[in-house]
């Protein structure tokens, strides 16, 4: 199973769920280009979801990763949606979905990413005491977490640190102005969307993927924000499970 995660975040955003996935799939948590320890796509690439799915797909053909399910948090679920759409994927979960918003809508997420990069970099000096107490952790990561203290210590100083420092943060932000999805028609595998019903930025342009891959199972997650994973991890990776369950009796039958 690969995990994609999201817009500013690494792979450390899927560890509250990593162990309860792991005892049934062998898992693989990615760092896309230009965050954590990647590098980024070569210049004059510009990051948008398909340029970051093309980077998957070369990771995956290196380890030989042939049938996977595939699950992605905000961006990452946008680039899970594309790789499903190159029939890369036996099924995916996409948890707060971008990439249909309006004019509008993507005009107010740029600037909540800006923002977030700025409170990042004034932030990055106190890291490791601000994100040493739950009250500290909450003053970032309140904005795409309705329970930021839930993040262990360690986590948060790295995860804010990624915020500020990392290069693929600014020209990624800025490539989802315009960046579209264009192959959710060809989508035929199973596709599971999960949804935070306190997320600011996604929950108004995620459920229009309903009129575009109709196959697609829905759940709300009731009070959850952008990043579910931390919030209630138990609920979200028992959610996954169930649907990659399901999967699996299916094709058994």
């Not at 992605?72 to 918003?101: K, W």
């Not at 970099?121 to 107490?133: E, G, K, N, R």
């Not at 697609?216 to 138990?234: C, E, F, K, T, Y």
Request: hydrophobic share 45%.
């Amino acid at each position: 199973m690969v995990l994609l995660h999201g817009l500013g975040e690494t792979s450390i955003a899927w560890r509250p769920v990593y162990d309860a996935l792991s005892r049934d799939y062998d898992v693989i948590a990615v760092d896309l280009p230009g965050f954590g320890s990647s590098s980024p796509l070569p210049s004059g690439t510009l990051p948008t979801a398909a340029a970051l799915a093309d980077a998957v797909e070369r990771e995956m053909d290196a380890i030989g990763v042939t049938d996977v399910h595939v699950a992605g948090n905000s961006l990452g679920a946008r680039i899970a949606f594309e790789l499903a759409g190159r029939g890369r994927v036996r099924s995916m979960i996409a948890i707060s979905p971008d990439g249909l918003g309006t004019p509008v809508e993507r005009v107010y997420q740029v600037i909540a990413l800006v923002t977030g990069r700025l409170a990042a970099t004034l932030l990055a000096p106190i890291a490791t005491p601000l994100t040493s107490t739950g009250p500290g952790r909450s003053l970032f990561f309140i904005g795409e977490r309705s329970r930021p203290w839930r993040l262990t210590a360690d986590d948060s100083r790295d995860l804010l640190l990624n915020f500020a420092r990392s290069p693929g943060y600014l020209p990624t932000a800025a490539a989802s102005v315009v960046d579209l999805p264009i192959s959710l028609d060809k989508i035929t595998c199973p596709v599971l969307i999960l949804q935070g019903t306190l997320d600011p930025l996604v929950s108004m342009q995620s459920p229009r993927y309903l009129a575009f891959v109709p196959q697609a199972q829905w759940r709300w997650l009731a009070g959850l924000n952008h990043v579910a994973i931390s919030d209630d991890p138990a609920t979200v990776s028992r959610l996954m499970l169930d649907f990659l369950d399901s999967q699996n009796d299916h094709a058994g039958g």
